[in-house]
């Protein structure tokens, strides 16, 4: 997958609450993957297991970028990681 790298990873609203209320949390990752889904995947299960049973329903945001069907994505050092639940009201 890569060297290792140290990002930042933020969870709102739903994602915040099944993590004890924890809004951010520093990981040491893999730089390289091959999709958004297989990092997403990766962090519901191996860093974060409280997120896994909602992983299908999260969007994944890097630096602030919405990603979507995103195909080799590579970290870097710093890099922010986002998991944003489905969002409601109006």
Not at 14 to 38: I, M, Q, V
Not at 54 to 65: C, P, R, V, W, Y
């Amino acid at each position: 997958m890569g060297s290792d790298v140290q990002i930042k990873l933020l969870l709102f609203a739903a994602a915040k609450e099944r993590a004890n209320g924890e809004c951010e949390r520093w990981l040491r990752l893999a730089s390289k993957w091959r999709n958004d889904h297989e990092l997403r995947d990766y962090i519901c299960t191996q860093s974060l297991p409280a997120l896994n049973e909602m992983k299908s329903t999260l969007a994944l945001a890097i630096n602030e970028e919405y990603c979507v069907n995103c195909d080799s994505i590579e970290l870097k050092n710093g890099d922010t990681v986002a998991l944003i639940p489905p969002i409601t009201g109006g």
